[in-house]
Every structure is written in C-alpha cells, then in structure tokens.
C-alpha cells in the first residue's frame, strides 16, 4: 500500500524535532501496529513493515511457535497469538518452539492513526529519542560550567533551561542556601550527572560543589587554562566561605596574586556569581606541614605536630588567635582540613606546651625505668625525637650513633638494653595471658566453648559480663568466627540487661 503521507509525517518530526528519521519511521510502524491490534476483538500481534523508500507498508498477523500445554489438554494458553509446533510443522518441518510465523494481512488506513492513541505513540518515541540524544549530547560534559536560565522553581528545587529545549535540574540540597535566585535569572552551575530517565530532568547540576568554585577560577584566571597556575583543590562552605590552593608552574608568576586580581577583580567576580561567598586563596607547598600552615590563614600557627600514623596534626596558636584560627562553628579549621586532607587539632599554645611537656616527661620516664639510664641521657633522648623502646632497640646504629656525646660503646650498650628490656615486656604479657582462665559463667554460657573462652580470655574477655560491652567488629578482629556467631555470642551475654531492664518496670 503505498502512502506519501507517511514520508511526509517522517520529514516534519525528523526536522522539527532534529532526530533520526528512522525512529519516525520505527514510530509509525509502533502506530500501526496498535492501530491492528485495536481492530481485531481477540489480542493477535501484528508486525507493520514501512519502506523508507516509497512509504508502502505492509501488516503481518504472528503466532508464536509453543509445544503443548499439558495443564490445559496439550492447547495452548493463547490461541490468537501462539500456534501448536505440530502444526506449524504441517507447513515448514524446519520450525522450532520458540520461532515465529506470520501471514500478511489487510492493512488499516494510515489516516486512521490520527486518532489520539496513534497519536500518543509517535509522539512518545520522538521524546524518548530526544531524551536518548540529550544523554548523548551532554554525557562527555559532566564536569564542566553550564550556564541555564531558571525556567521555574518548585519546592525549592530549581529548573533552568540550557536552550535547544534542553532543561537542567538543580535540587534543594545543591542550592547555596539563603540564595536568591528568580525566574529568569541567569546562573551557572557544575554538571555533576547525566542519566536517562523516564520521565523528569536529566542533567543534574550543582552550586555547592567545590568543583564549581574550581571551575569559576578556569574561567576568570587565563593563566589556569594557560597551564601557568595549577589549582591543586578547594572547599567550600557554600554561601559563606571557601578556600582554594593553588600553585604557579613559572617561578616568575605569583598564583596568588594573578587568582586575586586587578583590585581583587577576579576573585570578586567569583564571589559575586557564588552569593557573597568569602573565598581564601592559599598558596599550595609540597611540604604538608606548610600547606596546612597556609590553609589556616589568616590565623598564625606558632607550633604543629605531625602524626603520621593516625594522618593528623596538633596546631598551636596563641590564646588571642585560637578563636581565628578554629572560626565561626569551627568553619576555618574544618575547611583546611577538607582541602588538605588531614585531620587538624587546633590547641591554645599554652595547653600544648604542657602537653608537650608531660609527654615528653612520661617518655623520659619510660626510658629512665625500662633502660637503666640517668635523667641526662634519657632526656637527651627525648629531645632527639626518640618516643619508644623499640625505636632505640631497632633504629639504624649510624644514626644513634651522630648524637653529640654518644660514642659506639654507648650506643651499643643503649641498644641491648632496649631489646632486653622488650624481650622482658613480652615473656611478661605471655605470662600474664597464661594464667588469665574464663569465668565460669563464661564457660558455661550456651553457645560457648572452652576453646574460645580461653580465646576470649586471653585479649581480656573473662566474664560474660565483658562479653556483653564487646561489638561484633572487636570479636572478628581477633578471632575466627562468623559474624552471625559473634552477634549470636554477644546476645546471649546481654540478656541479663534486659532481665534487669524489664525487673525494673
């Protein structure tokens, strides 16, 4: 049947909407067939062919190929649409269950499918394929500024519109707060994501990640994009303040200066389009220590201490400066530590000198006591940085060795002292965990056994009454039992709570 309507149809949307023309064309046929299906009473399923060439097209009824039911006296569940194999094979031998045959039948007007339900159908597919070109268009942008027009704002959540019918979403939560934003503003903002859903926004946009606030400086310092000044991160404290590091890659260039700009042109810039937002420029330092010192301004560290292993360091800062340097509801302190990535403990100068000093006190003790040394040398110690025995007992012998007063005799005396001295602490904890035995109400908890209580016994669990204090997470650091035993272990020793609990009541 040929029809010059239908390539007409299929040019109009391909154009109007910018969309392949075969998903019209898929669409017409999705038409047509619902358009036969709807004409017959019983369910069939029908198959519409459409030539893209000449818009002939032609309408094919289906039956699926099954093997018989026997629930039903070897019929089959749906006679419109499924076939016996016995007698699909009267025709072709050849066919399986599962293949598919088909009979060209009379085809409906392609007029008729101006009805709203055919419609519906084409319309639908050309939304999905704007949809999918969407996703397409804009999923190798995710991370980059977009600038949108706000279309409306619903339930906080705000709506802007790229152009080209395009809509982007911002939700509550990525909103500065107290910002205020009206329709027809226009606003920029960090694409975060791009999904393909069914219904609703696609492109969702942030103005609260510090990605943005990166991203603003792309665009207003041309030495970033130039590959001159690096920014090396940032955080945010959306709407109040923020602190960016960055560092130069030509010694002649002060990053600094160069993100400020002219009169702070530049870094006002930023602020105005992020509401206000105070924004610190740190000047970034390979040194940790020092980027943290630079991350804390304006405040001025008099001291820091670094430990490695918890990733954390102590800053000491006078009592006039402490309220500076921990800032409003510890807003500074916190930023600098999201941009340096270490955990930062700010301390009056005062309380941590004599912290310092009675840790320091406690460590020269401990070498007095477990070295046999006079208070000298054990202080001498101290001020070298040296914080346990096992340092001394295994620390390179050349380095102990360059300690102004310290000759070979010594330093080999201090050493074998040390290793005795842990060789004792240790035959003494093995000792000390021999003769710890389980509580009896331990050992005769239900569930337990003697092996584990004398385990349990050993890192300090006695009675079931430790038991109980312990977390599933403590159990399984030390020991091999399932997660499911632990919680079940840990239960059981916890009913007398609840039999004290509920006695109470």
Same mark, same amino acid.
Request: hydrophobic share 40%.
């Given at each position: 049947?040929?029809? #010059?309507?239908?390539?007409?149809?299929?040019?109009?949307?391909?154009?109007?909407?910018?969309?392949?023309?075969?998903?019209?064309?898929?669409?017409?046929?999705?038409?047509?067939?619902?358009?036969?299906?709807?004409?017959?009473?019983?369910?069939? #399923?029908?198959?519409?062919?459409?030539?893209?060439?000449? =818009?002939? *097209?032609?309408?094919?009824?289906?039956?699926?190929?099954?093997?018989?039911?026997?629930?039903?006296?070897?019929?089959?569940?749906?006679?419109?649409?499924?076939?016996?194999l016995e007698a699909a094979q009267l025709d072709d031998k050849n066919i399986q269950a599962g293949d598919i045959i088909?009979?060209e039948i009379e085809s409906v007007e392609f007029g008729r499918i101006a009805a709203q339900h055919a419609k519906q159908?084409?319309?639908?597919?050309?939304?999905?394929?704007?949809?999918?070109?969407?996703?397409?268009?804009?999923?190798?942008?995710?991370?980059?500024?977009?600038?949108?027009?706000? #279309?409306?704002?619903?339930?906080?959540?705000?709506?802007?519109?790229?152009?080209?019918?395009?809509?982007?979403?911002?939700?509550?939560?990525?909103?500065?707060?107290?910002?205020?934003?009206?329709?027809?503003?226009?606003?920029?903002?960090?694409?975060?994501?791009?999904?393909?859903?069914?219904?609703?926004?696609?492109?969702?946009?942030?103005?609260?990640?510090?990605?943005?606030?990166?991203?603003?400086?792309?665009?207003?310092?041309?030495?970033?994009?130039?590959?001159?000044?690096?920014?090396?991160?940032?955080?945010?404290?959306?709407?109040?303040?923020?602190?960016?590091?960055?560092?130069?890659?030509?010694?002649?260039?002060?990053?600094?200066?160069?993100?400020?700009?002219?009169?702070?042109?530049?870094?006002?810039?930023?602020?105005?389009?992020?509401?206000?937002?105070?924004?610190?420029?740190?000047?970034?330092?390979?040194?940790?220590?020092?980027?943290?010192?630079?991350?804390?301004?304006?405040?001025?560290?008099?001291?820091?201490?670094?430990?490695?292993?918890?990733?954390?360091?102590?800053?000491?800062?006078?009592?006039?400066?402490?309220?500076?340097?921990?800032?409003?509801? =510890?807003?500074?302190?916190?930023?600098?530590?999201?941009?340096?990535?270490? &955990?930062?403990?700010?301390l009056d100068a005062t309380k941590a000198e004599e912290k310092s000093e009675a840790e320091a006190f406690k460590i020269?003790?401990?070498?007095?006591?477990?070295?046999?040394?006079?208070?000298?040398?054990?202080?001498?110690?101290?001020?070298?940085?040296?914080?346990?025995?096992?340092?001394?007992?295994?620390?390179?012998?050349? &380095?102990?060795?360059?300690?102004?007063?310290?000759?070979?005799?010594?330093?080999?005396?201090?050493?074998?002292?040390?290793?005795?001295?842990?060789? *004792?602490?240790?035959?003494?904890?093995?000792?000390?965990?021999?003769?710890?035995?389980?509580?009896?109400?331990?050992?005769?908890?239900?569930?337990?056994?003697?092996?584990?209580?004398?385990?349990?016994?050993?890192?300090?669990?006695?009675?079931?009454?430790?038991?109980?204090?312990?977390?599933?997470?403590?159990?399984?650091?030390?020991?091999?039992?399932?997660?499911?035993?632990?919680?079940?272990?840990?239960?059981?020793?916890?009913?007398?709570?609840?039999?004290?609990?509920?006695?109470?009541?």
């Open positions: 049947m040929a029809n #010059k309507e239908i390539l007409l149809v299929a040019e109009v949307f391909s154009n109007e909407k910018d969309i392949d023309k075969e998903i019209v064309f898929q669409a017409i046929e999705s038409a047509l067939e619902a358009a036969t299906i709807k004409r017959h009473t019983n369910q069939i #399923k029908a198959r519409v062919v459409v030539d893209r060439k000449t =818009g002939d *097209y032609k309408t094919y009824r289906q039956w699926d190929v099954v093997d018989a039911n026997p629930e039903i006296d070897g019929d089959v569940e749906f006679p419109a649409s499924q076939i016996l088909q009979e159908v084409i319309i639908h597919k050309v939304r999905e394929a704007e949809r999918k070109k969407i996703v397409e268009a804009y999923k190798s942008r995710v991370g980059e500024l977009i600038t949108g027009i706000v #279309k409306r704002i619903e339930k906080g959540s705000v709506y802007l519109d790229l152009g080209g019918h395009v809509e982007a979403f911002i939700a509550k939560e990525d909103l500065i707060p107290k910002e205020a934003i009206r329709n027809g503003d226009r606003i920029r903002g960090y694409l975060k994501d791009v999904r393909s859903e069914a219904r609703g926004p696609q492109l969702f946009v942030s103005r609260t990640a510090p990605e943005l606030l990166i991203a603003l400086f792309r665009l207003e310092v041309p030495e970033v994009n130039e590959g001159l000044i690096s920014i090396m991160g940032a955080a945010r404290d959306p709407g109040s303040r923020a602190k960016i590091a960055v560092k130069s890659n030509d010694p002649r260039l002060d990053p600094v200066g160069a993100c400020v700009g002219m009169r702070g042109s530049r870094v006002q810039s930023v602020t105005n389009e992020l509401a206000g937002e105070r924004i610190d420029i740190i000047l970034w330092n390979p040194n940790e220590a020092q980027f943290v010192i630079n991350a804390m301004a304006p405040a001025e560290i008099q001291a820091i201490v670094v430990d490695e292993d918890k990733h954390s360091m102590d800053l000491a800062v006078s009592s006039e400066n402490l309220s500076q340097a921990i800032g409003r509801g =510890g807003q500074n302190v916190r930023l600098a530590s999201e941009l340096t990535g270490w &955990e930062l403990n700010v020269k003790q401990l070498f007095i006591d477990k070295l046999d040394v006079d208070e000298d040398i054990a202080m001498l110690l101290v001020e070298e940085g040296f914080n346990t025995v096992e340092e001394i007992a295994y620390v390179p012998f050349s &380095e102990m060795l360059d300690i102004e007063g310290f000759d070979q005799d010594l330093v080999e005396e201090l050493k074998n002292r040390a290793k005795d001295a842990l060789l *004792y602490d240790a035959i003494t904890a093995e000792e000390k965990i021999e003769s710890i035995h389980p509580a009896d109400d331990l050992l005769d908890m239900e569930g337990m056994d003697a092996a584990l209580a004398n385990e349990l016994a050993s890192h300090g669990i006695v009675s079931m009454e430790d038991l109980a204090e312990q977390s599933i997470d403590d159990l399984l650091s030390f020991t091999d039992m399932t997660e499911e035993r632990a919680a079940q272990l840990i239960m059981k020793a916890r009913e007398p709570w609840f039999a004290e609990t509920s006695g109470e009541e």
